[in-house]
């Protein structure tokens, strides 16, 4: 059944009138008039501030988030749901400004943290109005390496809004109102590069190897463009590095809340894991009577299609298996659907990908993707559900404990994942629908375990490639094909060259490394999924606490205590590989019967 009454989202019950709008305005004015007070009572702090004083400072800085935050989410998804859009890009822009105020009133409080005697943070951490800011001040201080001067923090930070997030903007500006003429059989038509993504699953060869042909095309013809972004972007944080003594990863392991030796083993866990992939990708392109596979055969399905799921049957399908395992999750997700949190509408002007954005002071969410039609589909849906309940979860939390890093992020979202994956595998009778969800599970191992360490180790290349001078899209185009060819394997006739410009996720101003946690997302939700699934509804209560302690702990504390795993072990992540190994082995086993007739 249809618990959503629309394929579009409701934003005007946040602001109505849009992002033009006078309560948008209005909201941005008062908004604005707040940070400048917090950015002058900042500055004004003694050099030895008194506890009581400060606390108040620290409290009003926190207080004023959850309202920046949902009006930073309803400019994004405007900007998304519509990219050609002068107003929604424009009200996007002015919100990462007020972001960039909101950077800047912290810089005195935390220079102050970073540098105050023993004594005096005990004095601080006693107070009992800041008991719940404890995990969030510690963090602070034990990151006194990665800050400057005072004077030379807020120079950084007034001067990113108009360098390293302004190359972000013009990315976002340029990737939104690119158009990709395709050619499905019917003449060329212009679509986004959302849609031309995903004419990239498609099930004919052909129609998928001219939208190859043409997103490769129109990538390359905005790649100046993106290369000039990725230049100042990467340029931006080498000199910043440099001047901290950091190397590149130092900073995001740290706001990613795990431990160097963490991240060594699971990339170690990857690349042994490289074979498995290789045998996948050997075998997909033996099922589709290929000697190898081109980058566009990787996304097609295997398997005769049931025909397209409608949004409708997905829906009750991912409430009926959330329910198996957890009632609340059920009735959570009805409740987005009811309410129109979420955003699945094919038509053109929006955004590729997929995303969900907390709404906290409403304690809502808004969903954002296109909806294909496919189990893919069904699995974003089911992905982005479960990143709603995680924030509905942290919703019931001190505002200071809902501090979620990306690698703990993509845990509740990859679990609903797998439990609608799981129960699609089970249902399946047909040998060709099976084929298609063994497929599609693969193809996510694929995307975990050789994609993104591949965007890691990309990303990391820019940093070398930049210290050489500007980046420049012939040489990106190699050190991209180079990167991914290794991990992809030989049973790959080629791999997208065009990747450093196509994925948004190189080109977020305020955030690098937006790779590895995808990695430890995955393989920690397999862990969690492992541990919780087994007790079934009795374990539901043990995976909302776990959920409630990614807002302000360690990752590794968190594993152990929960789960008693050591995520410092290559071992422990190639035990979350198990269900990879299982369907991998299915999937041969079906490739092999189908191959024999």
Request: aromatic share 8%; glycine share 8%.
């Amino acid at each position: 059944m249809s618990y959503a009454p629309s394929e579009s989202w409701n934003l005007d019950n946040i602001l109505p009138g849009g992002p033009g709008g006078d309560a948008f305005t209005e909201s941005l004015r008062r908004l604005d008039g707040q940070l400048r007070q917090l950015v002058a009572r900042a500055d004004a702090l003694d050099a030895r501030p008194e506890p009581a004083h400060f606390a108040k400072l620290l409290l009003d800085l926190e207080g004023v988030l959850p309202d920046l935050e949902e009006l930073s989410a309803f400019a994004g998804c405007h900007a998304a749901a519509d990219a050609t859009g002068d107003a929604a890009l424009r009200a996007d822009m002015m919100v990462s400004d007020l972001g960039t105020q909101f950077s800047r009133a912290w810089v005195v409080p935390n220079q102050r943290i970073c540098r105050m005697s023993d004594e005096d943070f005990a004095a601080l951490l006693a107070l009992p109005e800041l008991q719940d800011m404890q995990g969030a001040l510690k963090e602070t201080r034990s990151q006194a390496r990665f800050r400057f001067s005072e004077a030379e923090e807020a120079l950084v930070a007034e001067l990113s809004r108009d360098g390293v997030l302004a190359w972000g903007q013009l990315y976002d500006a340029t990737a939104g109102s690119l158009r990709i003429e395709v050619d499905k059989g019917d003449g060329p038509k212009a679509v986004s590069p959302g849609q031309a993504f995903n004419l990239l699953h498609h099930e004919d060869r052909e129609v998928r190897k001219r939208a190859f042909a043409a997103w490769q095309a129109g990538w390359r013809s905005v790649a100046r463009n993106c290369a000039a972004a990725l230049t100042h972007i990467t340029g931006t944080r080498l000199t910043l590095n440099q001047r901290r003594g950091l190397d590149p990863l130092e900073e995001p392991l740290a706001g990613a809340r795990i431990q160097r030796r963490t991240l060594d083993a699971m990339i170690e866990a990857a690349r042994r894991a490289r074979p498995m992939m290789h045998r996948y990708l050997a075998l997909k392109a033996k099922a589709m009577g290929l000697e190898k596979l081109d980058w566009h055969d990787t996304y097609a399905p295997l398997g005769q299609s049931t025909g397209a799921i409608p949004y409708a049957t997905a829906q009750d399908f991912i409430v009926e298996q959330f329910g198996v395992f957890s009632p609340k999750m059920a009735e959570f997700s009805v409740k987005a659907f009811k309410e129109r949190w979420i955003e699945v509408e094919d038509r053109p002007g929006k955004r590729g990908g997929g995303f969900c954005a907390g709404v906290p002071v409403r304690r809502e969410s808004r969903i954002f993707m296109t909806w294909g039609g496919t189990d893919s589909s069904v699995s974003t849906l089911a992905h982005e559900l479960g990143h709603a309940f995680h924030g509905e979860v942290l919703f019931g939390q001190p505002i200071s404990k809902r501090r979620l890093p990306m690698t703990l992020a993509e845990t509740a979202s990859t679990f609903g994942e797998a439990l609608v994956r799981e129960a699609a595998l089970a249902a399946a009778t047909d040998s060709n629908h099976r084929l298609r969800l063994l497929d599609d599970a693969m193809g996510s191992a694929l995307a975990f375990l050789c994609n993104i360490p591949a965007r890691l180790e990309l990303e990391l290349a820019l940093y070398r490639m930049r210290a050489e001078g500007p980046l420049a899209p012939d040489a990106l185009e190699a050190e991209t094909a180079r990167i991914f060819g290794e991990w992809y394997g030989p049973a790959m006739e080629r791999v997208d060259a065009t990747f450093w410009a196509n994925k948004l996720h190189f080109y977020i101003g305020s955030l690098a490394f937006y790779n590895f946690p995808y990695i430890f997302g995955y393989l920690f939700s397999a862990l969690v999924y492992e541990h919780y699934r087994a007790l079934g509804p009795a374990g539901a209560p043990g995976y909302e606490r776990l959920l409630a302690r990614t807002g302000d702990e360690q990752a590794e504390e968190i594993a152990l205590s929960e789960l008693g795993v050591d995520l410092g072990l290559p071992e422990t992540w190639e035990r979350a590989m198990g269900m990879i190994r299982r369907d991998l082995a299915a999937l041969e086993e079906l490739v092999g019967e189908k191959t024999a007739v």
